[in-house]
């Protein structure tokens, strides 16, 4: 039901075609100079790095229980049924909260625009919706990057450490990191060598704020309560006190 | 008031240079982009505008709810005279932060939004809606003091008859929105340095607000003392004082205890750039003031009491800033420093914060017995308009 993608660094041979596809697809522009850049940015969605041999793709993970999704104060991202977490700009009001909070640092700013908008990966929402593969898998011409359902992707990934142990690092990154993503990576060297975090907890961040906000209502009903008891409290004392004084002056009037 | 007229002239030139600058800063920001006017990235997004202008702008506005809440719910009615100076300081405070806001938002006109696009899940969403609810209670709790003045008595009338309602709305609105905007980095526990990183980061937020609140009633009346010739409430003042130590002292030890239980108390002592900044904030700007106001002849005087509260705002900024800029820049792997344009916009808005601080204690009643000497100002001006006319 929710589609994902794989991408194998084993597989990969750092021809950048995904790059490219990318730009193409988002309709930004891409030469040489844009190809050698190693960082995602509002210009380039993706990125394939190189060390040496070993190659690795960064792109938004598409998280099942994305952050930005939870931070955003206008609800300008949304994590539709088949798995790509879309961005809504005219929704979006600039806090880039969603950049600071992002565990992937994914979300970019047109910096240099007067009104500039947040760009990111959006796993190609329309295509997936239409019931295509994403630009970059389509593109991949060595099944590094593979499009499908979620859970058959894992089957494939969990055979394929099972099958040659000696190729990878025992671990599917996007598991269960921050709760699973929809961008599943494996590959022969440790993910932190390419920047991944590896301290990431394993459930949603947004869980962190959650149970933080959910006792808001009834902090407001206790809240208002307790103000207004003592208010009634402290100024029956008041009326109490003026009420016993203005008596004694009566009776000592009367004397 | 003619011995001050020297001094009175430096201040205007100085405020003439800062507004100049941030007009022009504001140019910049406005036909340029946030990229033209600031040190913001990619890889560091929020900055001194945040930092600084909106979550040391929400603190410092504290005084409005912290008074109002000790006058009419805690009945302690001895601090009634200081309650309109610190309702005006968080009027103003909270205007400016809005204000500030424009310049952050990357797309400003739409500040509304989260008016009508609501996502509850947001700390970000509570935190607008704090700022839009707070601003109009507070709007409505210093509309008296306007009304007074122009001597309409029916709105008067009106607002004091809903004045216990909006009181606990504004302690209410405070508590979520000091909280919220520690609330705001519990999610990035992977990002933010582990010696402000803490699941206590709202309560830590909320604590120091009133801190910040008796610090800044001290701070201001002892100004206002200075700048507007009145008396000093030196009792009330030092009553204040006392109340302050126990709070610093509770948050001090609530700090210093989850430090210790999340095994990041070690790090204060590893000398490095975090440990520097943290220990700068909890010796100079907790520590001290504890002590030096545990001493009684420090919190008996005027002197001491400015000096305390001085050290105790300082304190909680670098706090806020620590936690904004400091704590954040190792994982983003980039330094920050503001650039002149972010450094004129907020110098602007402080300036502007305290011109209007000052024409509003000249023109409208906010300093209680100033007001006999001022109406009668006012019936010798009348009289003159008489003879002229």
């Given at each position: 039901?929710?589609?994902?993608?794989?991408?194998?660094?084993?597989?990969?041979?750092?021809?950048?075609?995904?790059?490219?596809?990318?730009?193409?697809?988002?309709?930004?522009?891409?030469?040489?100079?844009?190809?050698?850049?190693?960082?995602?940015?509002?210009?380039?969605?993706?990125?394939?790095?190189?060390?040496?041999?070993?190659?690795?793709?960064?792109?938004?993970?598409?998280?099942?229980?994305?952050?930005?999704?939870?931070?955003?104060?206008?609800?300008?991202?949304?994590?539709?049924?088949?798995?790509?977490?879309?961005?809504?700009?005219?929704?979006?009001?600039?806090?880039?909260?969603?950049?600071?909070?992002?565990?992937?640092?994914?979300?970019?700013?047109?910096?240099?625009?007067?009104?500039?908008?947040?760009?990111?990966c959006d796993m190609c929402a329309d295509r997936v919706a239409a019931g295509r593969p994403t630009a970059c898998t389509e593109i991949c011409p060595t099944g590094a990057n593979k499009f499908g359902e979620r859970a058959d992707l894992l089957q494939v990934a969990e055979q394929r450490l099972r099958e040659h142990p000696e190729q990878y690092v025992n671990h599917?990154?996007?598991?269960?990191?921050?709760?699973?993503?929809?961008?599943?990576?494996?590959?022969?060297?440790?993910?932190?060598?390419?920047?991944?975090?590896?301290?990431?907890?394993?459930?949603?961040?947004?869980?962190?704020?959650?149970?933080?906000?959910?006792?808001?209502?009834?902090?407001?009903?206790?809240?208002?309560?307790?103000?207004?008891?003592?208010?009634?409290?402290?100024?029956?004392?008041?009326?109490?006190?003026?009420?016993?004084?203005?008596?004694?002056?009566?009776?000592?009037?009367?004397? | 008031?003619?011995?001050?007229?020297?001094?009175?002239?430096?201040?205007?030139?100085?405020?003439?240079?800062v507004m100049v600058a941030a007009l022009y800063a504001t140019a910049v920001r406005f036909t340029r982009g946030l990229g033209a006017s600031t040190h913001l990235s990619d890889q560091f997004p929020w900055g001194l505008w945040i930092g600084f202008d909106v979550l040391c702008g929400v603190m410092l506005a504290a005084g409005g709810f912290t008074l109002t809440a000790a006058v009419h719910i805690f009945n302690m009615e001895r601090f009634k005279p200081i309650i309109r100076p610190a309702l005006l300081t968080a009027f103003l405070g909270?205007?400016?932060?809005?204000?500030?806001?424009?310049?952050?938002?990357?797309?400003?006109?739409?500040?509304?939004?989260?008016?009508?696009?609501?996502?509850?899940?947001?700390?970000?969403?509570?935190?607008?809606?704090?700022?839009?609810?707070?601003?109009?209670?507070?709007?409505?709790?210093?509309?008296?003091?306007?009304?007074?003045?122009?001597?309409?008595?029916?709105?008067?009338?009106?607002?004091?008859?809903?004045?216990?309602?909006?009181?606990?709305?504004?302690?209410?609105?405070?508590?979520?929105?000091?909280?919220?905007?520690?609330?705001?980095?519990?999610?990035?526990?992977?990002?933010?340095?582990?010696?402000?990183?803490?699941?206590?980061?709202?309560?830590?937020?909320?604590?120091?607000?009133?801190?910040?609140?008796?610090?800044?009633?001290?701070?201001?009346?002892?100004?206002?003392?200075?700048?507007?010739?009145?008396?000093?409430?030196?009792?009330?003042?030092?009553?204040?004082?006392?109340?302050?130590?126990?709070?610093?002292?509770?948050?001090?030890?609530?700090?210093?205890?989850?430090?210790?239980?999340?095994?990041?108390?070690?790090?204060?002592?590893?000398?490095?750039?975090?440990?520097?900044?943290?220990?700068?904030?909890?010796?100079?700007?907790?520590?001290?003031?504890?002590?030096?106001?545990?001493?009684?002849?420090?919190?008996?005087?005027?002197?001491?009491?400015?000096?305390?509260?001085?050290?105790?705002?300082?304190?909680?900024?670098?706090?806020?800033?620590?936690?904004?800029?400091?704590?954040?820049?190792?994982?983003?792997?980039?330094?920050?420093?503001?650039?002149?344009?972010?450094?004129?916009?907020?110098?602007?808005?402080?300036?502007?914060?305290?011109?209007?601080?000052?024409?509003?204690?000249?023109?409208?009643?906010?300093?209680?017995?100033?007001?006999?000497?001022?109406?009668?100002?006012?019936?010798?001006?009348?009289?003159?308009?008489?003879?002229?006319?």
């Amino acid at each position: 039901m929710s589609k994902a993608l794989l991408y194998d660094a084993t597989l990969c041979i750092g021809c950048k075609l995904c790059e490219q596809a990318c730009a193409e697809r988002n309709q930004l522009p891409y030469d040489d100079k844009i190809a050698a850049q190693t960082v995602q940015s509002a210009h380039k969605f993706t990125v394939v790095l190189t060390h040496g041999d070993k190659f690795m793709r960064r792109l938004c993970m598409n998280c099942e229980d994305p952050t930005c999704v939870s931070v955003c104060p206008v609800g300008a991202f949304r994590k539709t049924a088949t798995g790509p977490v879309v961005y809504e700009e005219d929704r979006c009001i600039g806090c880039r909260y969603c950049m600071l909070a992002c565990p992937f640092n994914v979300p970019k700013y047109e910096w240099n625009k007067v009104l500039p908008r947040v760009r990111k990966c959006d796993m190609c929402a329309d295509r997936v919706a239409a019931g295509r593969p994403t630009a970059c898998t389509e593109i991949c011409p060595t099944g590094a990057n593979k499009f499908g359902e979620r859970a058959d992707l894992l089957q494939v990934a969990e055979q394929r450490l099972r099958e040659h142990p000696e190729q990878y690092v025992n671990h599917i990154f996007g598991v269960s990191e921050v709760g699973g993503t929809a961008v599943l990576l494996l590959s022969s060297v440790p993910f932190a060598d390419f920047g991944y975090r590896t301290d990431l907890m394993h459930e949603p961040l947004p869980l962190l704020t959650y149970r933080v906000l959910s006792r808001i209502p009834d902090l407001v009903a206790l809240g208002g309560i307790l103000l207004g008891g003592i208010w009634w409290i402290t100024h029956r004392r008041e009326q109490v006190a003026a009420a016993e004084a203005a008596e004694s002056h009566e009776t000592s009037g009367k004397k | 008031m003619r011995i001050s007229m020297p001094r009175l002239t430096l201040w205007k030139i100085v405020f003439g240079v800062v507004m100049v600058a941030a007009l022009y800063a504001t140019a910049v920001r406005f036909t340029r982009g946030l990229g033209a006017s600031t040190h913001l990235s990619d890889q560091f997004p929020w900055g001194l505008w945040i930092g600084f202008d909106v979550l040391c702008g929400v603190m410092l506005a504290a005084g409005g709810f912290t008074l109002t809440a000790a006058v009419h719910i805690f009945n302690m009615e001895r601090f009634k005279p200081i309650i309109r100076p610190a309702l005006l300081t968080a009027f103003l405070g909270y205007l400016l932060v809005v204000m500030a806001l424009l310049f952050d938002l990357g797309r400003s006109y739409r500040i509304w939004h989260p008016l009508v696009m609501w996502n509850p899940r947001s700390v970000m969403f509570e935190v607008a809606w704090c700022v839009m609810l707070y601003t109009v209670v507070l709007g409505l709790e210093f509309a008296p003091v306007v009304f007074e003045r122009l001597r309409m008595g029916r709105p008067l009338r009106i607002l004091h008859g809903i004045s216990i309602p909006l009181v606990i709305a504004g302690v209410i609105l405070s508590t979520l929105h000091q909280s919220s905007l520690g609330s705001l980095y519990l999610i990035v526990p992977e990002k933010l340095h582990p010696l402000w990183y803490s699941p206590l980061l709202p309560v830590f937020f909320f604590l120091s607000a009133i801190a910040i609140g008796l610090a800044m009633t001290i701070f201001e009346s002892s100004m206002s003392a200075k700048y507007f010739r009145k008396q000093l409430e030196l009792p009330l003042l030092q009553d204040l004082g006392r109340i302050l130590v126990v709070v610093l002292a509770a948050y001090s030890v609530l700090r210093l205890q989850d430090l210790y239980h999340r095994d990041a108390l070690r790090l204060a002592f590893r000398p490095g750039y975090e440990s520097s900044l943290f220990l700068l904030e909890v010796v100079a700007g907790l520590l001290l003031p504890i002590a030096l106001l545990l001493i009684p002849r420090v919190r008996k005087s005027p002197t001491g009491l400015y000096v305390t509260a001085v050290l105790v705002v300082l304190g909680f900024i670098t706090n806020r800033l620590n936690v904004s800029i400091t704590g954040m820049e190792a994982s983003a792997g980039v330094r920050y420093l503001p650039k002149w344009t972010e450094l004129a916009v907020t110098a602007g808005i402080v300036a502007a914060g305290f011109a209007i601080f000052g024409l509003a204690a000249k023109y409208l009643p906010i300093f209680p017995e100033k007001e006999a000497a001022r109406h009668s100002e006012e019936a010798a001006e009348t009289e003159h308009s008489h003879v002229a006319s």
